[in-house]
Nanobody, 119 residues
Framework: QVQLVESGGGLVQPGGSLRLSCAAS????????MGWYRQAPGKQRELVAT???????NYANSVKGRFTISRDNAKNTVYLQMNSLKPEDTAVYYC?????????????WGQGTQVTVSS
């Protein structure tokens, strides 16, 4: 069982920055794809960014050039650096760890952290 704990959310003004952290209970980055997702009120959860075990990254078009996903293997922690924040970035942000082995998908989620972008 993998536990993921997010932190770093909060209230920030438009144009500001935040860094989210996701601490994993065990060392999994070598075999799991890590991701950040978000869910705004009344909307479906959407992909923000992913980081594979091979260090390949993928970003939603809406955050490209503004957000950066990274990890610290020694700390079992994944980060999401968010710059130039916009009101439309307001959402609950969730950390995800996913791995597919043959026909079995291992899929773990954190509890979420609220990000509010407002003046």
């Amino acid at each position: 069982q993998v536990q993921l704990v997010e932190s770093g959310g909060g209230l920030v003004q438009p144009g500001g920055s935040l860094r989210l952290s996701c601490a994993a209970s065990v060392s999994i980055f070598s075999i799991y794809t890590m991701g950040w997702y978000r869910q705004a009120p009344g909307k479906q959860r959407e992909l923000v960014a992913t980081l594979t075990s091979g260090s390949n990254t993928n970003y939603a078009n809406s955050v490209k050039g503004r957000f950066t996903i990274s990890r610290d293997n020694a700390k079992n922690t994944v980060y999401l650096q968010m710059n130039s924040l916009k009101p439309e970035d307001t959402a609950v942000y969730y950390c995800n760890a996913k791995r597919a082995v043959v026909a079995t998908v291992y899929d773990y989620w954190g509890q979420g952290t609220q990000v509010t972008v407002s003046s």
